[in-house]
């Protein structure tokens, strides 16, 4: 299997090219479109055919490549059913298979982080998007986060998932690349809590700051623009 976890510095955004092998149909996970062309250099060399690209929400810390992405190759955009995205070609809904050539993924949905928020499960690895960081949780505070919904999704569904199950998440600010559900559980501060309670008081007080490009990225993520019109 190729399995290719790229990071972009400016977002910290984790993006994930994965195939079943070379001269084979690939899919994509979570891209950002200043790292278009990188991509499309990797599956030229890799010969690969790229047939869906998956969004596991609307960003908020960077634009998509979804867009780009498919005028460059035609492939199918893939979004949750709750995605306010416009130019998504498939919506897909909880427990959903996701297939390309000799892989598959089933779409979980873990709002919280936002109403849009999709997990996508592949065998032994979970990608999380932002509901699920390592050793840290999606903030909640904006795009109709949910405090009440992500603790359901962490504690309720991806946490009930085999404890060795590789986490994959949309981002990570410590150079860390994946853990497991059952790392996860022991470590991660947010999660050591008792009740939805004691968790709504530990994300009511991080006082984050606003995403720097907040008000241009969602609005170009629920249009979808491409290279040719981005403006950052």
Known sequence: MIFNQLFDKKSHTYTYIISSGKGREALIIDPVIEKTNEYLKILKSLELKLVKVIDTHIHADHVSALNEL?????????M???????VIDIRVKDNEKIKIENIELTSIYTPGHTKCSYSFLMKDRVFTGDTLLINGTGRTDFQGGSTKDQYESIFN???KLPEKTLVYPAHDYNGKKSSSIFNEKKNNPRLQVNSLNEYEEIMNNLKLDRPELMDYNVPANVKGITLEKLKI
């Open 70 to 78: 498919n005028k460059k190759t035609k492939c199918t955009r893939i």
């Open 157 to 159: 569904i991806l946490l």
């Open 80 to 86: 949750g059913d709750k995605s306010p995205s416009e």
